[in-house]
T-cell receptor, first 110, second 113 residues
Framework: QQQVKQSPQSLIVQKGGISIINCAYENTAFDYFPWYQQFPGKGPALLIAIRPDVSEKKEGRFTISFNKSAKQFSLHIMDSQPGDSATYFCAARRAYKYIFGTGTRLKVLA | DGGITQSPKYLFRKEGQNVTLSCEQNLNHDAMYWYRQDPGQGLRLIYYSQIVNDFQKGDIAEGYSVSREKKESFPLTVTSAQKNPTAFYLC????????????FGSGTRLTVV
């Protein structure tokens, strides 16, 4: 019940394309769902986050879609750029602790 | 600039040796966390602390120890009891009431030699 399942493990997208990463959870007590971006040798950085009472949140080229009934949420990166090449982690929060997905390694081809 | 500082960036440990990883934050965050990152396994919680002089075990605490004597500092000791310590270690902090997510440090890569 504490797991957050993330897919795909890796993703290759052409420049200008849409990157989509999916996460699913079981525990309905989770109350905050952030996405983190991590470049090699660096710590993850908060990218965008959503609360379960909202179905979609958009910040620039990044959009989170949240489906509470299906217990799924996804990250969409529009107009993907080579600079977006990184590892992306979804996470879910309960009682001040975050459970992380296993990560998706995104490569955007120039 | 506010942030989290982890040191050293690279650390080498000999068999049977204890090593301590430093984590300092100037964000005035109440909670601090230590995660271990291994390829393909995401981030796993080692220890966390919500207030000074108090901390709780995470999912993989065996072979690790921490202290929280100051709000700004949360050092992690990797003891000789940790049989597979080679990993990337990440420190994070947050203010739980605000729900802004974690701020992470830049990590320490620990290698057993």
């Amino acid at each position: 019940q504490q797991q957050v399942k993330q897919s795909p493990q890796s993703l290759i997208v052409q420049k200008g394309g849409i990157s989509i990463i999916n996460c699913a959870y079981e525990n309905t007590a989770f109350d905050y769902f952030p996405w983190y971006q991590q470049f090699p040798g660096k710590g993850p950085a908060l990218l965008i986050a959503i609360r379960p009472d909202v179905s979609e949140k958009k910040e620039g080229r990044f959009t989170i879609s949240f489906n509470k009934s299906a217990k799924q949420f996804s990250l969409h990166i529009m107009d993907s750029q080579p600079g977006d090449s990184a590892t992306y982690f979804c996470a879910a929060r309960r009682a001040y602790k975050y459970i992380f997905g296993t990560g998706t390694r995104l490569k955007v081809l120039a | 600039d506010g942030g989290i500082t982890q040191s050293p960036k690279y650390l080498f440990r000999k068999e049977g040796q204890n090593v301590t990883l430093s984590c300092e934050q100037n964000l005035n965050h109440d909670a601090m966390y230590w995660y271990r990152q291994d390829p393909g396994q995401g981030l796993r919680l080692i220890y966390y602390s919500q207030i000074v002089n108090d901390f709780q075990k995470g999912d993989i605490a065996e072979g690790y120890s921490v202290s929280r004597e100051k709000k700004e500092s949360f050092p992690l000791t990797v003891t000789s009891a940790q049989k597979n310590p080679t990993a990337f270690y990440l420190c994070a902090s947050s203010t739980p009431d605000r729900g802004d997510g974690y701020t992470f440090g830049s990590g320490t890569r620990l290698t057993v030699v």
